[in-house]
């Protein structure tokens, strides 16, 4: 299976598929309209987000930068074959993974999630249009079975199932990570107000949605809760009303210690993971002491938001882009191309 698919046609096609998501394409439309009757969580307007992020992530010169990262690694080798089990708790947010593994030359492997059953595999046979030398290389399976190598994304308990199964093969192995705002009381309104779609984006369902905020000591959060007015609506949405009502619930009915604004509930606590609709917090006194907890803690987040320059290899994000990555913003900072190359 040595097709003529080079580099360069590979990257071309993936501009072109980019193009396409930013044109807009009336089949596309279609299957967003009727994703929630499979998924829920899946409103019209948080998958055309992340169709959108996927057509602004692909633009030519972006591209081009990504690719020289590793294009000295390319050898003219035989595809390997990469099973890929995606997660579906936002939409199409496996899609990086079949990027990475077709554009390196590979053959992917597909299991899809139950949960976001049709919009990858309609973005991907635009793909195949585009380029028909990717015909063979995507395939959709219900079982991994004679693979190379394995991306698994799951949560803590699905990852000792995964090592036990993949684990004599190369594989990368993704668990449950979450992702953190370190604020100074210097951000503006339209800084928080960003924060804002760290925190409510995609009803914070995906591993880099902000959970957990890092606040100075006596912070006052009357500003925080003005600023992220502007997505009360989301309390509209049955789902997440439904957590929101039942965390706030046990709240009162233990008397727990809580802020709350009509859509989300603020708590101390030291964790990392809060539970939907709730976003936990924890003052700090020192920003260096900070930092070194964080770099202490890095194996379970997966972005730091803030305005200032912590020191946190491949983590830090400005506030209002954790859920807009580029090509080289890799999971859990594990180098994917190194690693399929």
């Known amino acids: 299976m040595k097709e003529n698919l080079t580099l360069e046609k590979r990257l071309d096609a993936f501009a072109k598929l980019g193009a396409w998501i930013r044109d807009g394409d009336p089949g596309m439309e279609d299957l967003i309209l009727g994703s929630e009757n499979y998924n829920g969580w899946f409103t019209p307007a948080n998958s055309r987000k992340a169709l959108w992020n996927i057509g602004e992530m692909l633009q030519p010169s972006a591209l081009n930068s ?13 595809p390997k074959k990469i099973g890929l089990i995606l997660a579906g708790n936002i939409p199409l947010v496996g899609f990086h993974d079949v ?12 299991k899809l999630s139950s949960q976001d059953p049709k919009l990858l595999p309609y973005t991907l046979s635009k793909l195949i249009e585009l380029e028909p030398g990717f015909g063979n290389r995507i395939n959709y399976v219900d079982r991994l079975e004679n693979f190379d190598a394995v991306i698994a994304t799951g949560s803590n308990n699905s990852a000792r199932y995964f090592e036990y199964y993949f684990g004599k093969v190369p594989h990368i192995i993704r668990k449950n990570r979450n992702s953190v705002a370190v604020l100074t009381d210097k951000e503006s309104n339209k800084e928080l107000e960003a924060l804002g779609a760290d925190i409510f984006d995609y009803f914070g369902l995906g591993c880099r949605n902000v959970s957990k905020l890092f606040v100075p000591k006596g912070y006052g959060f009357d500003r925080f809760f003005q600023a992220i007015e502007p997505y009360q609506s989301i309390a509209q949405h049955h789902k997440y009303l439904n957590n929101y009502d039942y965390n706030k619930s046990i709240y009162l009915v233990n008397g727990d210690q809580h802020l709350d604004n009509g859509f989300l509930l603020l708590k101390p606590d030291e964790k990392l993971a809060s539970p939907l609709a709730v976003v936990y917090y924890e003052e700090y006194e020192d920003l260096q002491e900070l930092n070194a907890k964080l770099l202490q803690d890095s194996a379970a987040i997966q972005c730091v938001a803030s305005t200032e320059q912590l020191d946190i290899p491949n983590q830090l994000v400005q506030l209002g882009c954790t859920q807009k990555p580029q090509l080289w913003d890799y ?8 690693f399929l190359l």
């Open 66 to 78: 990504w690719s020289k990262q590793w294009e000295d690694l390319i050898t003219d080798q035989e």
């Open 99 to 110: 990027l990475a593994v077709l554009v390196a030359g590979h053959q992917a492997l597909i």
């Open 331 to 338: 999971a859990d900072g594990i180098d994917l191309m190194q």
